[in-house]
């Protein structure tokens, strides 16, 4: 199966916080890490459809943080080749559970970018500035009177890559709402909805990091 690249839904997945009063995709940036970084906990879902292989799959996923401690978690519903997996990290190593197999795959942090199933740098899940480094960010327009307008940002990496990312911020809660990403022919490879977002749930990193005891383990 295709990779389903994470990596360009980054900015979508450090997009948590205000950004009150923006004017340009830097202020949104600096609101979103600002705010990011003050947040106890965060967590949210992502679902819609992505392209793997040649065919439009149905994508599902919870990821859950703690922006303080860098730990984070990625569980998977869809698509059926990683229903069940759980990806969880920390500052040191990213450990992916595979459930068809009950095995967790340790590796560390650095080499992490580019696992089974999925491409993502956790090590920067939760530095939004330092992340972002690495992409050219534009807000492309707003919408909608005040109180209730909706920013769009467009993310594209500095390292040549055509791919792009859409992310859709509301100023209605000043969350992420929708994330596209679109080849350089401009088709689109994955239409995400942002829904149960949640900051200061109580999250605490032993459950965020919790994955079954009986697994073997296998280092990478």
Excluded: C, H
């Excluded at 199966?1 to 949104?28: E, F, R």
């Excluded at 480094?133 to 890559?161: D, H």
Aim: no cysteine; aromatic share 4%.
């Amino acid at each position: 199966m295709k990779k389903l690249s994470l990596t360009l839904l980054t900015p979508a997945l450090l997009a948590l916080g205000s950004v009150a009063g923006a004017q340009t995709a830097q202020d949104i940036i600096s609101r979103v890490d600002a705010t990011q970084k003050a947040a106890r906990d965060v967590s949210f879902r992502l679902i819609g459809n992505a392209t793997l292989d040649t065919s439009s799959q149905k994508i599902d996923m919870t990821i859950k943080a703690i922006p303080a401690q860098n730990v984070a978690r990625v569980q998977f519903a869809a698509p059926d080749a990683l229903a069940d997996n759980v990806v969880v990290a920390d500052r040191n190593e990213i450990r992916q559970y595979l459930y068809l197999t009950n095995q967790i795959t340790v590796t560390s942090a650095q080499k992490a970018a580019s696992t089974a199933g999925l491409s993502l740098d956790f090590t920067q899940l939760s530095n939004t500035a330092s992340m972002l480094g690495s992409y050219n960010v534009k807000l492309l327009g707003t919408s909608g009177s005040a109180g209730k307008r909706l920013f769009q940002l467009e993310a594209t990496p500095k390292t040549g890559g055509t791919d792009r990312t859409r992310v859709w911020i509301t100023e209605a809660g000043w969350r992420p709402t929708r994330i596209q990403v679109l080849n350089s022919a401009g088709k689109t490879l994955a239409d995400l909805n942002v829904s149960n977002y949640r900051v200061n749930a109580g999250l605490t990193a032993t459950a965020i990091k919790a994955l079954p005891k009986d697994a073997q383990i296998i280092r990478q």
